[in-house]
């Protein structure tokens, strides 16, 4: 085995870990542990940015463009999960601001009376 294809195994390797990792937000973010999965997503990026640095031919590996792809996929599903919370959570507070302004309405009204 070459030095490069060591190399590119190491690499592979790191890929592998990426996956398990981005794997397991969707856990952080069921859990709504939001600090925990900022810190491993900056983690995550710095660890990408190290191995495309060390391993500029890396994507023109098969093997590498294949656990890429896994990569963008769990990616695409993170940010969609997020996005339905963010959107149930933008109904909930829109739910939130009608009850207390019908509230408000019936504690003006139940006040005005005698």
């Not at 937000?25 to 060390?54: C, G, P, V």
């Not at 890429?68 to 109904?91: F, G, H, Y």
């Amino acid at each position: 085995m070459t030095l490069a294809d060591n190399s590119h195994q190491q690499a592979l390797s790191t890929l592998d870990q990426l996956i398990a990792e981005s794997a397991r937000y969707q856990t952080l973010i069921d859990q709504n542990n939001w600090q925990e999965l900022e810190s491993s997503l900056t983690t995550r990026q710095t660890a990408m940015e190290k191995l495309f640095q060390e391993s500029p031919t890396l994507a023109d590996n098969p093997k590498a463009k294949e656990k890429i792809q896994q990569l963008l996929e769990l990616d695409k599903q993170r940010v969609a999960s997020i996005q339905k919370i963010r959107e149930t959570s933008s109904q909930e507070l829109g739910d939130m601001k009608r009850n207390a302004g019908a509230i408000k309405s019936y504690i003006d009204v139940d006040a005005k009376q005698p």
